[in-house]
């Protein structure tokens, strides 16, 4: 049972795109939801919480949709930094532990 | 900024050796998790540990994993008897649990496991 989907990727865009991602769960006991961003063979770090009214960092907007049990995560104006494979993770219950979505992976050209 | 510190960086050892994988969590944080990464894969949860016992534990650490906090700074994750498919990322975390944004949640660097 997958409890955290993502898009599977890779995505390609060029800088100054627009680019968006999806995630699915599946457990609907998880109470808070968050995106990372992990650059390659190093540790995720967190991008952004994710609220149901939706925030905005910058250029990154994220939204959670609970009736639907999606989450998504936008990215404007993306940067050749913005690189990165992007991660949305559940988590719920006693211990506050995560769980993951596999990750999907964005490059941007120059 | 204070930080989760993980030793050493990369691990090569042979197949059936013991391994400890040593992290220093945040020293304020109650919360201590280890997490692992096969490459390629998802970052999968392994353990945490909450009041010097395990809380959670999920079905990847069996009997050949064990978890210890042996002088109130280090958290340690053991293997007893490695084998090829523990060659992951280990990922050690802390959190300052409830009512804070993200439990505070922090990942040290990793540690590469290498079994051969």
């Known amino acids: 049972r997958k409890e955290v989907e993502q898009d599977p990727g890779p995505f390609n865009v060029p800088e100054g795109a627009t680019v968006a991602f999806n995630c699915t769960y599946s457990n609907s006991a998880s109470q808070s939801f968050f995106w990372y961003r992990q650059d390659c063979r190093k540790e995720p770090k967190l991008l952004m919480s994710?609220?149901?009214s939706g925030n905005e960092d910058g250029r990154f907007t994220a939204q959670l949709n609970r009736a639907s049990q999606y989450i998504s995560l936008l990215i404007r104006d993306s940067k050749l930094s913005d690189s990165a494979t992007y991660l949305c993770?559940?988590?719920?219950?006693?211990?506050?532990?995560?769980?993951f979505g596999k990750g999907t992976l964005l490059t941007v050209n120059p | 900024e204070p930080e989760v510190t993980q030793t050493p960086s990369h691990q090569v050892t042979q197949m059936g050796q013991e391994v400890i994988l040593r992290c220093v969590p945040i020293s304020n944080h109650l919360y201590f998790y280890w997490y692992r990464q096969i490459l390629g894969q998802k970052v999968e949860f392994l353990v945490s540990?909450?009041?010097?016992?395990?809380?959670?534990k999920s079905e990847i650490f069996d009997d050949q994993f064990s978890v210890e906090r042996p002088d109130g700074s280090n958290f340690t994750l053991k293997i007893r008897s490695t084998k090829l498919e523990d060659s992951a990322m280990y990922f050690c975390a802390s959190s300052e649990g409830f009512g804070t944004t993200n439990y505070g949640y922090t990942f040290g660097s990793g540690t590469r496991l290498t079994v051969v």
């Open positions: 993770a559940g988590s719920g219950g006693s211990n506050y532990k995560l769980t």
């Open positions: 994710v609220y149901s």
């Open positions: 540990f909450y009041n010097n016992e395990i809380s959670e």
